[in-house]
Structures are given as structure tokens and as C-alpha cells.
């Protein structure tokens, strides 16, 4: 879903102090690692029914973060391309993809709302398709950096294990 996330994350806030919540800023994918359930969003996006279903539920603090896209992130993949053994056409392609992302430096590229109940976490996330593109070719050059050959990644004991 395209969506412009700096107007969603201001109409959000501004639903959540209205209707009675206490937000809690929370980082960016601060989430990851923790049993969650994510919310329908592709078949759902409305996130007052998702906000709903935590009032229903009697939740009083919602957990909100935002981040926005950042140079750095476009610098990093221009950097392991570098690393890679692409040919010149591959090469040039990822470059223009990188390029191309530029435009959205410093916007919102994602919203995490999200609410505990019974030590699960409920989560409504939204990212818009630019940036999920952005991910999957992040995917893409990390993968080919991976499958480089003389990478030396650290986790090579050349053979030989010690239980010292």
C-alpha cells in the first residue's frame, strides 16, 4: 500500500490523544524477538478498528513508533555493493534502484502501533510499497554479499575447535 506515513503518523497521534490513550514512544523495531500478532493490515488498514479492539480489550497504554528513511540506509547497501562481484550491468542497475530511493530520504518509511494483552503483543504495522522495494533490494545485495567467497565473516575457526 502507498501511502504518505508522515499524514498517517500525525492523524494517529492525534487519534490516540483524543480518545484516551497513553502512548508510549517506543523505538522502531524494538518489537522483534518478542511473541506478537500482527493485524491484517493488507485486508484491514483502518487502524481505529485496530485501535477499537484494544479499547475493547481495556488497554489504556499503546506503544507507538515511527521511523523515517534515512541516507545512511541507502549509503550502506552502496557500500556492500562494492564489496560485491557484480558485472558492470548488474552493477549499474542496483545503482539506479538506489537512486531512484533517494527521493524518500527523511520520510516516514514505517508505523508500529501495538498493544499488550496476556503477554502477547498486538501489532498494527504499516510501510508503503517504496519502501518495501527498499527491503527486498536490501535483500537482494545482502544475499549476493553473502555469497561471496572470500568474505571472511569471523565465524570461520579454519577447522580446528577448543573446548578450553
Known amino acids: 500500500m502507498d501511502l504518505n506515513l508522515d499524514t498517517l503518523k500525525r492523524e494517529i497521534l492525534e487519534y490516540l490523544e483524543t480518545a484516551g490513550f497513553a502512548v508510549f514512544r517506543s523505538s522502531p523495531g524494538g518489537l522483534e524477538g518478542l511473541p506478537m500478532v500482527l493485524w491484517d493490515v493488507e485486508h484491514h488498514p483502518d487502524y481505529q478498528a485496530f485501535l477499537n479492539v484494544a479499547r475493547q480489550a481495556g488497554i489504556k497504554l499503546i506503544l507507538f513508533a515511527a521511523a523515517e528513511f534515512g541516507s545512511a540506509d541507502l549509503d550502506e547497501l552502496i557500500e556492500q555493493l562494492e564489496d560485491c562481484e557484480l558485472t558492470r550491468e548488474e552493477r549499474r542497475e542496483y545503482e539506479s534502484r538506489l537512486r531512484e530511493l ?3 530520504e527523511g520520510v516516514t518509511c514505517s508505523i508500529e502501533i501495538a498493544f499488550d494483552h ?6 498494527y504495522e504499516v510501510q508503503p510499497d517504496w519502501y518495501e522495494e527498499f527491503l527486498n533490494l536490501e535483500e537482494e545485495i545482502t ?4 555469497d561471496e567467497p ?3 565473516r569471523g565465524d570461520s575457526l579454519g577447522g580446528y575447535f577448543s573446548k578450553n
Open 102 to 104: 533517494r527521493i524518500f
Open 118 to 123: 496476556h503477554s502477547r503483543l498486538f501489532v
Open 143 to 146: 544475499s549476493r554479499f553473502a
Open 150 to 152: 572470500d568474505v571472511d
